[in-house]
């Protein structure tokens, strides 16, 4: 059981959409033709819109740009994980453990993610075989965000034991105890000084764990209380950048180690995840409106929103090697979609 907070929003709908470039399948996998809307509002983003072979709800989460020129997802409730083409042609990969969450890509160009019904890490290779490891000592770790680590490791978080682990691409996994007692860490990335940084959701604060010295750095604390730092994004500008999942807003740790914060007009947005877009602004989706926004990391400005059809959650996004952003949308009950979405030149 999927223990995050999912709201529906009541909210407008918008249809966009643009050709992505063509990209043919894997030999030997079968994929699912394109689905698109085929509505153009000119002079605004393009939204291509695919729908997932698996039938119901099964809840693409995240998203990585892959080896192959493609983008792989997780399905959390499918027990999949998922390729699509930059035509919209789709695979899924069944795997032997449920709730696939976090992805990334490893140094050894597999696919790695995280299993928390499993309590497990997972590795991919393009072609789908799977081997999967168990988190050791732990019965309910429930491991969530992952990144590849500036050490040529696998790192990943431990929503309810409060851990930070290291994968070796052989599969060794040491646990690292994060000194906040149920911080509840959710995502993690490698910060400008070669630390992982993660989102501590319940402690409302950044937390960083120095790999070559096996020791945490101090904490950056989150100025409005309660904001629940959740998506992190290590931006262009080297900073790091987070969403503060019931602050409603996007905040950026800046050099000096303080956190500037910029609120969202939209009450109750949910900001999930962030990437860094073509146009050099950082893009965000917000799961409650059902909206992918984006602001300039330069003047702190939001530009407008793009607004999804009325029952969307887009969740996990990031760019892909098309120069557009994908992103995943969930929907309860019926069918469930990634996301294209293409900028204006």
């Known amino acids: 059981m999927n223990q995050r907070l999912r709201v529906l929003g009541m909210f407008a709908a918008l249809s966009l959409c643009s050709c992505g470039q063509s990209s043919a399948p894997m030999p030997g996998m079968a994929a699912t033709p394109a689905q698109r809307d085929l509505v153009r509002v ?15 709800g099964s809840w693409p989460d995240y998203i990585v740009a892959g080896p192959d020129h493609a983008m792989w997802f997780t399905e959390f ?36 993610f995280t299993a928390p019904g499993y309590q497990a890490i997972g590795r991919m290779t ?4 799977t081997t999967m490891f168990s988190l050791p000592k732990s019965a309910n770790a429930s491991p969530r965000g992952i990144t590849l680590g500036p050490d040529g490791n696998i790192w990943y978080v431990e929503y309810y034991d409060g851990y930070i682990g290291r994968v070796t691409p052989q599969g060794t996994i040491t646990r690292f ?22 989102s501590e959701s319940a402690a409302n604060q950044i937390g960083r764990f120095n790999p070559t010295t096996e020791a945490f750095d101090s904490s950056i604390s989150v100025p409005t209380q309660t904001a629940t730092p959740w998506g992190l994004l290590l931006a262009p500008d080297k900073h790091i950048w987070f969403t503060e999942r019931t602050g409603d807003k996007i905040a950026e740790v800046t050099a000096s180690g303080s956190v500037k914060e910029f609120a969202i007009a939209q009450p109750g947005s949910y900001p999930e995840a962030l990437a860094a877009g ?39 996004i990031a760019a892909g090697p098309n120069k557009a952003l994908w992103f995943c949308i969930d929907a309860y009950n019926v069918t469930n979609q990634i996301g294209e979405l293409v900028l204006p030149k």
């Open 177 to 198: 105890a994060i000194p906040v007692y149920q911080s509840f860490p959710w995502d993690i990335t490698t910060g400008p000084d070669g630390d992982l940084w993660f």
């Open 278 to 316: 073509p146009d050099g602004d950082l893009w965000f989706t917000e799961g409650q409106t059902g909206d992918v926004g984006h602001i300039n990391p330069s003047t702190g400005k939001f530009g407008p929103v793009v607004v999804l059809s009325s029952g969307s959650i887009p969740n996990g």
């Open 126 to 129: 393009p072609q789908g075989k």
């Open 77 to 112: 409730f499918g027990n999949y994980i998922g390729r699509i083409t930059m035509d919209g042609q789709i695979a899924t990969f069944t795997i032997p453990a449920g709730d696939a969450e976090g992805i990334t890509i490893g140094p050894d160009r597999n696919i790695w």
């Open 42 to 56: 000119a002079g605004q983003p393009a939204l291509d819109l695919f729908n997932l072979p698996s039938s119901g």
